[in-house]
């Protein structure tokens, strides 16, 4: 690519509009983090002074459910005395760095990722502008790379360092590139592969590569004078190839411990979580998560050899509680399982680290089921971050498939909660289990514009059973967590309502298309009916009560700000949240007369 055509998109104007979003982004949740408090002005509107005083940020803003705050974009203004000064993310951060708590150490590496963060905004105002009515009606994959926010609640959230520009524009998901993984070949005696039942690892190499594409491999190797029936092959994302293994791990390829095969044939998108990617040429075929040792939202993404070798047996024993579950089955939740995984095990450095380190996580990949395979006739997939896109005019994503169902906006909204919410209730309150259910995490199956049933994904790095006595086999004891009483239930107050619910009701309720009260009326009313069909657990529902008129304030942006390289150990996340306060629950106005 030409130096100069790879950041064209990096225009005065682009920028501006970057900034301007991004700041209102901060504003917002920043203040319902309350890491900033907006004073009212005599005038209605908001202000909020920088750290000395001598800055103001001033703007028009609603207040919603859940201190989720609605401020309008093109309102916000910056002044020092009687001079306005133009909005610019970084200053924003550093006026404020002590109100945020950014230490010396942080700070600049923080404002690198708002860098980059505001750099993927610039692109993606380059873009062709697709309507959110249009968007509604693509297919799968448009979608998914059609995205334009990122988390919804992380001010930083496409940090990506260690992405070039040029590798921005070949591996970001918004840029919608094909990719060919490429594979290399470990040897026996460094790697470990596990499967799921009814799966070996010949019988993947088959389906996913092919017999043509397995004899080219094999041909290398012999002309290496090698059998590569010694060896696991392993798919590697490009990045992770050219600049950590073919340096970091170069003994291991001199000693041939390691051999590098080349690309493999199908072409792949990658997904939002920027590691996984989806096979376009096979659409069939497995998703491929990779270890991509880039730092990206409060973690460097890499994937533990270690970690991954018990991935298939705990979606297995997820699937097969969730196929045996009545109400699970009613729902029709299903889960696309990961079914398969590989790592390489390099001796040297797992002496010299302790489990967490990122050397430790830059050679494994793992094979996910693809949704596709199982789809109904005439259904389709989405991303449910869709639901909290909107598009350049301000036309939300939700709406659409709102009015492209033909339902009653409240009757729209209670089959999506029938699909995903209740499905979550019963998990916790039947078992103790939790998921990590954000939009990335979640795919809709869709009739229409309807939600007709869920799909899990992103299993076994990210589900906790929070019975420190739960009876579970011997491989999948790592999901058990010991988590105190009182923060069980923030796995549906703050996972659910306040990190998804809180975004879409606002989306909805300032677009017009459903009444912020409609909305958690029917929220309420998905949870009193879910718990009416199963009385047996009256005594949990109480224990736990959904309906409680205050929960704790769980704080995402607080995490990154203390430590973007290591936010949380999810061995033990728990034990690193930031609470500060609580929130008035949106449902207690709607408990039951008579609590089970």
Not at 392 to 420: K, N
Request: contains cysteine; negative net charge; hydrophobic residues 45%.
């Amino acid at each position: 690519m030409n130096p100069r055509e790879a950041v064209s998109h990096l225009t005065p104007n682009a920028w501006d509009r970057a900034n301007r979003q991004l700041i209102r982004k901060a504003l917002a949740e920043f203040s319902h983090e309350r890491l900033l408090a907006p004073e009212r002005t005599p005038d209605g509107r908001y202000v909020v002074r920088g750290d000395d005083g001598s800055v103001e940020y001033r703007f028009a803003a609603r207040l919603l459910a859940l201190d989720h705050w609605h401020i309008d974009a093109d309102s916000i203004t910056r002044h020092r005395g009687d001079t306005e000064l133009p909005l610019d993310a970084l200053d924003f951060h550093i006026e404020l760095r002590d109100a945020l708590g950014l230490a010396d150490k942080i700070l600049p590496v923080y404002l690198e990722e708002i860098s980059s963060t505001l750099a993927g905004t610039a692109y993606k105002l380059g873009k062709p502008q697709i309507t959110a009515a249009e968007l509604a009606e693509a297919d799968f994959q448009a979608i998914e790379t059609g995205m334009t926010e990122g988390h919804p609640g992380f001010v930083a959230n496409n940090g990506r360092l260690g992405f070039g520009v040029d590798e921005y524009h070949a591996y970001a998901p918004e840029t919608a590139s094909p990719v060919r993984l490429i594979w290399l070949a470990a040897h026996r005696d460094h790697s470990t592969f596990t499967s799921g039942a009814g799966l070996d690892y010949d019988a993947l190499m088959r389906a996913e590569l092919g017999e043509p594409v397995l004899a080219r491999f094999a041909d290398t190797m012999t002309g290496l004078g090698l059998d590569l029936a010694d060896y696991h092959l392993i798919p590697v994302h490009p990045w992770q190839w050219w600049n950590k293994l073919s340096v970091t791990f170069a003994a291991e390829l001199a000693r041939q411990r390691l051999v590098c095969l080349g690309p493999g044939e199908d072409d792949y998108l990658a997904q939002q979580s920027v590691r996984t990617f989806f096979n376009t040429s096979a659409p069939s075929k497995h998703y491929v998560k990779t270890a991509l040792s880039v730092l990206n939202m409060g973690f460097m993404r890499g994937l533990s050899a270690a970690y991954m070798e018990a991935t298939p047996a705990i979606n297995d024993w997820l699937a097969h509680l969730v196929d045996n579950d009545d109400v699970l089955r009613r729902a029709r939740l299903s889960i696309i399982r990961e079914r398969a995984a590989v790592g390489y095990h390099h001796r040297q450095y797992e002496a010299a680290t302790d489990r967490h380190s990122p050397y430790r996580k830059m050679l494994a990949a793992l094979w996910r089921e693809s949704p596709v395979a199982g789809l109904e006739p005439g259904r389709r997939l989405a991303t449910m971050a869709g639901l909290l896109h909107t598009d350049h005019e301000g036309r939300s994503f939700a709406a659409a498939l709102i009015e492209q169902s033909g339902l009653a906006p409240e009757v729209w909204l209670r089959r999506y909660l029938d699909a995903y919410l209740t499905p979550l209730l019963h998990s916790f309150y039947a078992y103790d289990l939790a998921f990590m259910p954000h939009g990335e995490n979640v795919i809709l199956v869709l009739d229409g514009g309807t939600v007709e049933r869920v799909i899990f994904k992103d299993i076994a790095e990210e589900i906790v059973v929070m019975d420190p006595d739960a009876a579970l086999p011997p491989e999948v004891r790592r999901v058990r967590a010991d988590v105190p009483e009182d923060m069980k239930l923030l796995s549906i107050f703050t996972d659910v309502f306040d990190c998804f619910f809180r975004y879409l009701n606002g989306i909805l309720a300032t677009e017009g298309a459903l009444a912020e009260e409609t909305f958690w009326r029917t929220v309420a009313e998905c949870v009193r009916d879910y718990q009416a069909s199963v009385p047996h657990l009256a005594e949990k529902f109480e224990q736990y009560d959904m309906f409680a008129e205050r929960f704790a304030l769980s704080c995402l942006n607080r995490l990154q700000l203390r430590d973007n390289q290591q936010m949380v150990d999810l061995t033990d996340p728990s034990a690193a949240l930031q609470l500060v306060g609580d929130l008035a629950n949106p449902l207690a106005r709607f408990a039951p007369r008579s609590r089970p």
